[in-house]
């Protein structure tokens, strides 16, 4: 079997660390290992749209800047293709044609719709492009037979929504879709980062994220401004790592090098936290690591930020010309598609 990788985000705001360490590290370790045939990068556009149909601009805008990202992190559009959702207008057909194969009540049980319903107020007036977006999330999985999806485990329903719709078009109309797989990040802690203030989810809309084209003074005081053990007060107090913020990203985030280079005293971060717990070491101390090891991560990737926003035309060029690839092998799959249920006329009909 071929290994087709995807994945994608929707461009409503700038990447921050959570993406990074849910799936952006994940994807660039992918693809430099090489072991697959074609590996796709979409910047889900159209689905953004499901809750900003009124901020098109926002969408817009944030179209590049995603695409900067993805270059600043290292994805290299000579080995995987980033296209534009809606650059791909098969993607659409697929999922009118899928819609077919799902309930409403299917839809309203998946717990991520669920938590997003909530969180945007929409239980009393639920517009229905929202609430089916997990269908086309289907049809850009299987537009392009891919079997390895690498997500956080937010992605989990939308997956398993996927198989499910994969596996009703196949028993009904013949084996034609692949069934993917998600894949999560082997470190628990990166599969869902907590925002700076402790909320379990990092967000724009939570005001709670750290973006990696945040400068240098803006990471420095967002951590300095991290959740930590409210209840440590002083430094002689014995501290809480459980829940707290900034042990919670270490995890997430630093090798024991970094340790003994930013707090020399110590020889790996448990060492850290063992001294933090006992108490006797104060969280600007804890903190000031998290800087270091931060920087040192984003530095490059501002580095490489900075080049870009002044080349933003070689990248429009490189996010056209991989949409076309991608268009590409969708219209392939839409034409097996429509084969496998017998809506191809002009093959059929005339004779
Ligand atoms: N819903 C995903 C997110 O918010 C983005 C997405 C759209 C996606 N289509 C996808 C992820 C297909 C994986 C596969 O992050």
């Known amino acids: 079997m071929k290994n087709i990788i995807l994945t994608a985000d929707r461009p409503t705001g700038r990447l921050h660390i959570g993406h990074y360490a849910g799936s952006l ?10 072991n697959y045939d074609k590996m796709y990068v979409m910047i889900a556009d159209a689905q953004a749209l499901g809750d900003n149909h009124d901020n098109i601009q926002k969408i817009r805008d944030n179209i590049i800047e995603v695409a ?8 290299d559009p000579d080995k995987v293709t980033i296209f534009i959702q809606s650059e791909v207008p098969e993607l659409t057909e697929l ?9 409403l009540s299917r839809l309203t049980r998946n717990p991520t719709v669920k938590e997003e319903i909530k969180l945007r107020n929409f239980e009393t007036s639920l517009p229905v492009g929202f609430v089916t977006y997990p269908i086309s999330q289907a049809a850009d999985i299987t537009a392009f037979g ?26 009904l109309y013949g084996e034609t879709l692949v069934e993917p797989k ?13 925002g700076t203030d402790g909320n379990a989810k990092m ?64 020889k790996n971060l448990q060492e850290v ?28 990737i501002r580095e490489k930020r900075a080049y870009y926003e002044q080349h933003k035309n070689e990248v429009y060029d490189m996010l056209f010309k991989g949409s076309d690839d991608a268009r590409m092998a969708a219209q392939q799959t839409l034409d097996a598609v429509k084969k496998a249920m017998g809506i191809n006329y002009r093959d059929i009909l005339k004779k």
């Open 68 to 75: 900067i990202d993805y270059l600043s992190v290292g994805i």
């Open 95 to 103: 999922t009118f044609y899928y819609m077919n194969l799902v309930t």
């Open 203 to 266: 967000g724009k809309s939570l005001g709670n994220g750290i973006y990696l084209a945040d400068d240098e003074k803006t990471v420095n005081q967002k951590v300095m401004s991290m959740y930590t053990d409210p209840d440590h007060i002083k430094v002689s107090d014995p501290g809480k790592i459980e829940g707290n913020v900034v042990f919670t990203y270490l995890d997430a985030f630093s090798t024991d090098e970094q340790i003994q280079k930013y707090a020399p005293e110590y």
């Open 146 to 171: 891919a079997n390895i999806i690498p997500v956080g485990d937010d992605q989990l329903p939308m997956i398993e929504q996927t198989r499910e719709i994969v596996r009703s078009f196949n028993s």
């Open 182 to 194: 998600a894949v999560l990040p082997e470190l628990e802690v990166c599969r869902r980062l907590p």
């Open 25 to 34: 590290i994940n994807r660039v370790k992918i693809q430099n290992e090489g």
């Open 273 to 300: 936290k063992d001294h933090y717990s006992r108490g006797g070491l104060g969280d600007v101390k804890v903190k000031k690591i998290l800087m270091g090891v931060l920087n040192e991560i984003l530095t490059p």
